[in-house]
């Protein structure tokens, strides 16, 4: 069989096309959502993450700025932008690209962060809210990637394989997908035999950046595979996911480019309307 394509940019572009009436609404009520972003260092992936997010926030109308710092910048320089941040009523949501420069500690960057700010979820306040079940921002990786497994159907009962255990991507998107009743195994690189046991599942998500390490013989006929890995290899960027021959075996299976990524942009633009909301008191 060939694989109904879980098309990220197009499932992107509509999910957008909603926050930017919503984004209007606000603006007419005199609200303007803003997303501000902290990078240091000129590391060139990052660099391009950050100026999509922000071109992205600017289509839907939403203001964002980036604040960019020496990759020899210290803890105390982020720390005083994040206070100024904190404290600036223009500015919704917060972002600290991460990885960090070595010198600066990203737990102590993580926990600075506002918590009704946060807008990627990643701080220590923020995560406890998630697995208590509290309104909160959800990590954006995990969210998109739920939005686009809306598109495959129904989890419940489901056998689902997570493969790496981030704080980013894999241990979150396991909560995310338990709470939808699907039957979750995390994988990671101490896993035995683990490529063996992956033609069980009916759910594969990989977040690894191993490039070929999902096969065709691999993938159970019919399952859905979501593939978060995004690594250059020469000047493509590919993922975890061997897509070519693995089209032919899944029901489902989302490309790289243009599958998890699109929707990894999108939710922070999600998060950010929500911050503004929640910030103004609009339900
Ligand atoms: N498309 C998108 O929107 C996004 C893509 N990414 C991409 O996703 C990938 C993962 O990112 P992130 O979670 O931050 O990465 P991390 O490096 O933090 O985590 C990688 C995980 O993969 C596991 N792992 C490594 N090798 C193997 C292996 N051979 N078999 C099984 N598990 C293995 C590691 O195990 P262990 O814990 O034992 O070390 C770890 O848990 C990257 O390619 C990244 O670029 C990330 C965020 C967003
Ligand atoms: N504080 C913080 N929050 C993050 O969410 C965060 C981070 N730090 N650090 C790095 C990872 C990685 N990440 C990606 C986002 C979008 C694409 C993306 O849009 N990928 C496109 C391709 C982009 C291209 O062509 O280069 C796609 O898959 O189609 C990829 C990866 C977010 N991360």
Redesign the pocket.
Known sequence: MTANLLNGREIAKDYRAGLAEEVEKLKENGITPNLTVIIAGNDG?SLSYVRSKNRAAEKIGMTSDIVHLDEDATEDEVLEELDRLNNDDNVSGILVQVPLPDQISEEKVLESIAPHKDVDGFSPVNIGRMYTGQRTFIP??PL?IMELLKHTGSLEGKDIAV????????QPVAKLLTDQNATVTL?????KN?TDKLSGFDVIVS????PG?IKAEHIKDGAIVID????MVGDKLV??VDFDAAKEKAGWITP?PG???P???TMVLNNTLLAAKWHNGVE
Do not use: E, F, K, W
Request: contains cysteine.
């Open positions: 992936a954006c990786t998109g493969i790496g255990r981030s704080h980013i991507v894999g994988m990671h690189s101490r896993t683990m977040a690894v950046g191993s390490l978060v890995g995004n690594t993922g975890d790289v599958g998890v990524g929707l990894t942009i």
